[in-house]
């Protein structure tokens, strides 16, 4: 195995060679194929989504709150822009921030450097797949701006509402949103064989199977069930954009087809999906709790093997999504029975988690914060998720605002709190400065404890039967009391208070990167090999006759037989 | 808390399994959380104090996360028998009907068929009406859920019933009101812009209020 590596290896160097001379200036950064400036055009496109995916969840929670105000900065909200805004706010927080920034730029940044190759094995498909995704994040916002507006039909896009245009009213906007997600898919896709093969391929002499951090794991693991899960989508997308265009009927029960096979095709991707981007988020964050609390990872074997069993396992729960949508009853206690199952190896996961503090001497940087924050929020969505798995419970939360505020104390802690840990973790690598502490705690604070408040009041509308998607709740009596209107304002003024935060959050970003102490090689004490090159690392990773060896597991904080508390992998013994 | 009433026979069974589980789920949600904190507490940095050095394959310490493990697994089969029961009794099985009504769907509205004064669906005296559903209390309905156009979802949330309505099919359900008065019907599903505005009302009469509506409504529609 290292023999093969180490071949490999032997020709990237040449190839890389061969792309020093390459594009100069500006173009360097364009038409780089070096995976930390792809990881970077990742990072920063992802970023900028969230912005946009942040900004249409302040239009709507504003007329949520305040039904017909003209909100600042948009004007007054109809109810095609209400629809279109919601529609892709969650298009976009899940395929254009969680994915980009978690597997995409993490991926691309981490796994060659912690692998100890100098790139990944096919820097030309890398550079490919994120010309493709700016592609598919450039029609997507250019979709919002079509004759007839965005598509409003929900990111689940059910039809036969997303295949009709005279049903949907966006005839053009649903297709450009339908072309840009089947886009970001062959984006990932192409992202995710590089992932894979540079983890089985590239590694450094001596890393095997179990030396590997588990964040690289985890990421490989997610690339996987995403290739295994997007192929039925991809098909299914296909037929609603014939449907939408060409007028087939796969979906029209009037000529033979059935508005049901789009549920289940979507789905079982759909369910999947929320464990391609789990993995990588708890994968950042057992890696930052190790370093901070200077210990092994409790379990490094029982967490790999679990991170699997979840993945294999959520291949079976797909329709406890449509428990209520008109499959046939019987099949919904299969699904209950597949959907609790998964709590097992998800507590599994958390429980590890939690053990892995045991006997630390835990210290509490951003980084830290953020990853312990993780697990304290995401504890809170994962419980929730029993109720919505539960078929009897379901029948009730199905479609109210308890399964929104569920998903999003999942999504919020992986995609917004796990992409923060990282950024605050891995910044001294990527910019070679530290960040600002006090700045940092600041942002932290004022991000998670204004989260609560928003989705906290959400899960107790959705108990009062508040469902979801409604512009305005006048038409609806029971939903129309002050004592709910107070909670929805409650909800909207937490989320104004989280969006200002984030200011503080990009001033840290530009100061620390502008005046920031000078990060050296390895701020953090951390054993990985990311921290064994300069920051930022040279092209290459590592001068040619430094490339690293490896000689033990990544978590050897605090070992006996050890001065120094920590042991860094390519130290020889 | 919003008070939201119980307004069906099985509207409690649902309550009461949402209830137990919120027992279930909470303990372990605040056993973990009370851990977790706990564990952070215990062991932050001190000075000169080096951290244990732990596999996580010693039995004695690995106890902590399979004797865990294998309790979420006993509470998720608890959980699982209690969720498929209520389920069979809303869902899979249905008891004789006294009345069956039809409810249609369409871009955004819903029209209900009542069986009028001779209780049979698809006859001269069905009376339609939209956006308003009469019923008697105390009597099993059965409803026949249809769709014009897209997919829509026929929501109660008194009677904590919610069921797709999917076009080119006719799907059945139940329901038994146990309270009078009149309530929320909504579309849980997302049906394009007038999604907002697919409200409906349920009125919920007793014997004499119902044959009144009805002797009323049927004699103006049947000529």
């Known amino acids: 195995m290292s023999d093969t590596a180490v071949a490999v290896q032997h020709d990237e160097r040449h190839a890389h060679d061969d792309h020093h001379h390459g594009p100069q200036g500006i173009l360097k950064y364009l038409w780089s194929t070096d995976h930390k400036v792809i990881a970077m055009q990742y990072l920063f496109t992802g970023m900028f989504m969230a912005v946009i995916g942040g900004f249409m969840a302040y239009v709507f929670r504003m007329q949520l709150a305040f039904p017909g105000i003209s909100v600042p900065g948009f004007g007054q909200v109809s109810p095609g822009e209400y629809n279109a805004l919601v529609t892709n706010h969650g298009t976009i927080m899940i395929f254009w921030v969680a994915m980009p920034v978690l597997i995409a730029a993490f991926g691309n940044y981490l796994i060659p450097l912690m692998i100890g190759a100098d790139d990944m094995v096919f820097p030309k498909i890398n550079r490919l797949s994120f010309q493709i995704f700016l592609l598919s994040a450039l029609i997507l916002l250019a979709s919002l701006f079509v004759q007839g507006g965005g598509f409003g039909g929900a990111w689940t896009a059910y039809p036969p509402l997303s295949a009709v245009g005279e049903y949907n009213q966006t005839e053009l906007g649903s297709s450009l949103w339908l072309i840009a997600v089947a886009l970001e898919f062959v984006a990932f896709l192409l992202g995710g064989i590089n992932f894979i093969t540079t983890l089985m391929n590239a590694r450094a002499p001596g890393m095997k199977a179990y030396d590997i951090p588990l964040v690289a794991w985890m990421i490989v693991i997610a690339s996987i069930l995403f290739m295994l899960s997007v192929g039925p989508l991809i098909a299914g997308a296909v037929m609603l954009l014939f449907d939408q265009t060409l007028g087939t009927g796969f979906y029209d029960p009037a000529r033979g087809g059935d508005p049901i096979l789009w549920q289940h095709l979507f789905w079982f991707f759909g369910h999947p999906e929320v464990y391609v981007v789990l993995l990588p988020a708890i994968g950042i964050t057992i890696d930052i709790i190790a370093t901070f609390s200077r210990k092994k990872v409790f379990g490094y074997k029982m967490m790999l093997y679990t991170a699997v069993a979840t993945g294999v396992l959520s291949f079976f729960v797909w329709a406890h999504h449509q428990f209520v949508a008109g499959i046939d009853p019987r099949m919904a206690n299969v699904f209950t029975v597949t959907t609790l199952l998964i709590s097992v190896p998800i507590a599994e996961l958390l429980f590890v988690i939690i053990a892995t503090l045991y006997g630390g001497s835990i210290r509490l940087t951003t980084p830290m914060l953020w990853a312990l924050a993780f697990m304290a929020e995401f504890l809170l969505g994962g419980v929730t998720g029993i109720f919505l798995g539960a078929s009897g419970a379901d029948i009730y939360f199905h479609d109210t605002y308890f399964v929104l505020a569920h998903f999003h104390y999942t999504f919020f802690p992986i995609a917004i709190i796990g992409s923060f840990a990282a950024f605050t973790y891995w910044f001294p690598k990527m910019f070679g400065k530290m960040m600002d502490e006090r700045l940092g705690k600041i942002h932290f604070w004022g991000t998670v404890i204004p989260f609560n408040f928003i989705f906290i009041p959400l899960f107790v509308l959705g108990m009062g039967g508040q469902h979801r998607r409604i512009y305005n709740y006048q038409h609806f009596p029971e939903l129309a009391s002050a004592e709910m209107y107070n909670l929805r304002e409650m909800a909207t003024y937490a989320l104004l208070v989280m969006l200002a935060f984030q200011l503080v959050f990009f001033f840290n970003c530009i100061k620390s990167w502008m005046n920031g102490k000078a990060a050296g090689r390895n701020p953090w004490q951390s054993n990985t090999l990311e921290w064994t090159t300069e920051s930022p690392p040279p092209h290459g990773n590592w001068p040619v006759d430094e490339m690293p060896n490896v000689y033990r597991g990544p978590y050897e904080y605090a070992h006996p037989d050890r001065e120094e508390d920590y042991w860094p992998q390519n130290e020889p013994s | ?223």
């Open chain 2, 1 to 223: 808390m919003i008070d939201i009433i119980q307004g069906s026979t099985y509207a409690g069974d649902i309550d009461n399994l949402i209830l137990f589980m919120g027992v279930v789920v909470g303990f372990w949600f605040f056993a973990a959380e009370i851990m977790f904190f706990w564990l952070i507490w215990k062991y932050r940095a001190k000075d000169g104090q080096k951290s244990r050095y732990l596999t996580g394959r010693e039995r004695h310490v690995k106890r902590w996360i399979t004797w865990p493990h294998g309790l979420v697994l006993v509470c998720d089969i608890f959980i699982v028998w209690a969720s498929i029961l209520v389920w069979m009794d809303v869902k899979q099985t249905l008891p004789e009907a006294d009345h069956t009504i039809r409810i249609t769907g369409q871009q955004w509205a819903w029209t209900f068929q009542h069986p009028g004064a001779d209780n049979e669906l698809d006859t001269a005296d069905d009376i339609f009406t939209v956006g308003e559903l009469h019923i008697e209390v105390d009597k099993n309905y059965h409803f026949k859920l249809e769709s014009r156009d897209v997919v829509h979802s026929f929501s109660v949330p008194i009677f904590r019933i919610k069921q797709d309505a999917v076009p080119g099919r006719s799907i059945t359900g139940w329901f038994n009101a146990t309270v009078m008065g009149e309530y929320d019907i909504q579309c849980a599903e997302i049906c394009g812009i007038g999604h907002g505005v697919m409200a409906a009302r349920i009125s919920i009469e007793d014997a004499n209020q119902h044959a009144a509506w009805v002797a009323a409504n049927s004699v103006s529609t049947t000529p």
